[in-house]
């Protein structure tokens, strides 16, 4: 398959395990952008966007939770602009919240993911998702299932929800409208959430993983038992994952769904790091940067995902579960000064700001676990190599001394 675009010498390992994606990992088609001191070096993409179709330029597809990265950007913007207090009750901007028990959820609890809401139990109408107000008023009703801030457990399809509306409630705007008009105009960004009509005609359909030998513990836990958080979380969506193809309809696309919506490629993802890698820049400052980083909750069980997750305040954080069995063993093999967000099957966005690093990896070939596959690891292990980084026992990255 033939993979475009240009690389730095000093990062021909990069260019090397994209193409063994695509003629050996069974890699469809992709796109891979690596930009280190605010220089890109490394754009590629390759391999086939649709049967027939080959992956260009400017081809994007679904990046699914990479999207909690770009929403948690938003209100890390409200917070560096003095207008959103992470420390504050969410009733303060949003005063319906507070009902059954969820009067002391803090913002900063929305962001990682301890706000006790992963899930609905009232079963949803079709179409929910696309519903913003519907899904806002039917969260802002529901009883936590746990105390907010005494555990953590992945907010899968609610985060975007729940953050974007104290965004819209602060700053006056939709999710999307904010992001367009703060983020991805400003820095020239293709990243979308809620894509125009117009652009639908370059985007990647998904082509979901292949059913594996074995379920993650999430998927296990889902379907062995109906009344489970993992099966409400999977279930009781409004047919956006039970139905097949419906997150590649237009309806899904266009939707301003902050969790799992995003539509970009991998320039967008590491174009919307690359500030960040250098201290915030004109997104957030680094006063606010010095917020965002480090990790704020972590757990040796979530308890959504049932496996060790790690985040700070929107954003996920390196962990090595490669000591779990195969099913649960992928996470994210970073430093830990880097952050960002995985998408399903595999895609991810994040940046290292000591090592001056933002990096974007995108696909349409999903994989099976739930952190970032071998694929996308591959291409984040070649990254930190050639910026002379070490694997600690072959699991997270450092810089040596």
């Not at 929403?71 to 919240?97: F, I, K, N, Q, S």
């Not at 320039?267 to 915030?280: E, F, I, N, T």
């Not at 970032?372 to 050639?386: E, M, T």
Request: hydrophobic share 40%; glycine share 12%; proline share 7%.
């Amino acid at each position: 398959m033939t993979v475009q675009g240009a690389c730095d010498p000093r990062f021909a390992t990069v260019a090397e395990e994209f193409e063994r994606n695509l003629t050996e990992r069974g890699e469809v088609g992709a796109s891979v952008c690596v930009v280190v001191d605010g220089e890109t070096v490394v754009d590629l993409w390759g391999g086939d966007a649709a049967p027939g179709l080959p992956w260009l330029h400017d081809t994007i597809g679904h990046v699914w939770s990479c999207t909690k990265g770009a929403t948690a950007l938003c209100a890390h913007m409200l917070a560096a602009r003095g207008e959103l207090d992470l420390d504050a009750p969410v009733v303060r901007h949003w005063p319906e919240y507070g009902a059954r028990g969820k009067d002391g959820t803090l913002v900063r609890h929305l962001l990682t993911h301890q706000a006790g809401l992963p899930a609905l139990r009232e079963p949803l109408p079709s179409g929910a998702f696309y519903d913003w107000k519907l899904m806002a008023d039917r969260l802002a009703g529901e009883e936590p299932f746990w105390e907010p801030g005494t555990r953590h457990g992945y907010h899968a399809l609610t985060f975007g929800f729940l953050v974007g509306e104290v965004v819209r409630r602060v700053s006056g705007r939709s999710l999307g409208a904010f992001f367009r008009e703060e983020v991805a105009e400003p820095l020239d960004l293709d990243f979308w959430l809620g894509l125009p009509e117009e652009q639908e005609g370059r985007v990647a359909p998904t082509i979901p993983a292949e059913p594996p030998a074995r379920l993650p513990s999430f998927y296990a836990a889902a379907f062995a038992d109906p009344d489970s958080i993992p099966a409400l979380v999977l279930g009781n969506d409004g047919g956006y994952m039970k139905a097949p193809g419906e997150s590649d309809t237009r309806t899904a696309h266009a939707a301003e769904f902050g969790a799992v919506g995003a539509i970009t490629n991998a320039r967008g993802l590491a174009g919307m790091y690359r500030p960040l890698s250098l201290g915030g820049g004109e997104l957030v400052g680094e006063e606010q940067l010095a917020i965002m980083s480090p990790a704020q909750s972590a757990s040796s069980v979530d308890a959504v995902l049932l496996v060790p997750t790690r985040f700070s305040l929107g954003f996920m954080k390196a962990v090595d579960n490669r000591h779990l069995p195969a099913a649960d063993s992928e996470g994210a093999l970073l430093t830990e000064t880097a952050f960002g967000h995985a998408g399903m099957g595999g895609s991810v966005g994040f940046c290292d700001p000591p090592a001056r690093l933002a990096f974007g990896y995108t696909m349409n070939r999903q994989g099976t676990g739930l952190g970032i596959n071998p694929r996308g690891q591959a291409l984040v292990d070649a990254v930190y190599r050639s910026l002379g980084h070490r694997r600690a026992r072959g699991g997270l990255w450092y810089r040596p001394t």
